[in-house]
C-alpha cells in the first residue's frame, strides 16, 4: 500500500489524535487571501477536517478533494450540513476538475505526497490570476521541554522501530513552487504547544504512516516502551510546535 493511502486504515484515530493548527496561522491566511462567501477555495487532502473549520466558517465556496474512502466518509460525516461544503473521492493527480477554477488552494500536511510538478504545475492551473498557493505544516519539538525525557524515547527507537516501508518523503521543497510560475514565495511562522499522557502520545505516534506499518512482533514492543517510558519519566510529552506557512502567488500576467 501507497504510505499516503496508509491513513485511511485509522479514520478514527486520525481524526482524534492529529494536531490542529493556530487560529493565528488562519487569521493570517484568511486576512492574505480575502478568503469569504465570494471566494472559491480547494483543500487538498482534508483527511478528517484538521484544518477545515476556520476556512469552512468564512463562508466560502470550500471544496475538498480526499484520496481516501474513509476518511471522505468522515469529512461528509462533519460537514455536510453546511451548505458551502462539497467534497469528492478521488485523486488529485489524475481527477479531471473541468472548468473549475479557485482563488486558494491550500494544503495541510498533503501536497508533499503529490509528485512536484504535478503538485505546481496542476494547482497552478487551477487557480485564478492572482490566485493563493497555501502550504501549512508542523514541525514538532518534543526535545527542547524534556531532553532526557527524549533521549529515552530515541532508544525505544533505536531497539523496536523496523518499518515494514521506508519514509521517503522527506525532501519535498516548497519554495519550488518559484519554478512552476509561482511569485511572492513567502513563509511564515506561529507557535503552539501541546501535551499529553502517556497514551495520548501512543495514540498520536500510531498515526504516522511509518509507524502504522511496523510489523509484530516490534510493533507491540515499540508502542509498549513508548508508553512505558513516558509513565516512568514525569507521565507527560510536551510539544513545542512551529506551525509553518508557506505562501505563494499565482501572478495575474504571465
Sequence with gaps: MEFRK????IPEQFDKFRPRYSQELFDYLIDFAKIGPEKKVLELGPGTGQATDPILRTGCDYNAIELGEHLYARMQEKYSRFSNFHIVNDDFITHDFGRQKFDMIYSAATIQWIPEEVAFSKTYELLYPGGVLAMILTKADYKTPNEDL???????YDQYFKPAIPYTHGSFKYDAALNYGYIDFQ??????????DPDEYVSFCGTHCDHIVIPEPYKTQFFEGLRNVVR???????????????????????
Design 6 to 9: 496508509i491513513f485511511d486504515t
Design 232 to 254: 516512568e519519566n514525569s507521565g507527560k510529552v510536551v510539544f513545542e510546535d512551529i506551525y509553518i506557512l508557506y505562501l505563494a502567488k499565482k501572478p495575474f500576467t504571465r
Design 187 to 196: 513563509r511564515h511562522d506561529f507557535h503552539g504547544r501541546r501535551e499529553m
Design 150 to 156: 527524549y533521549q529515552k524515547i530515541q532508544k525505544i
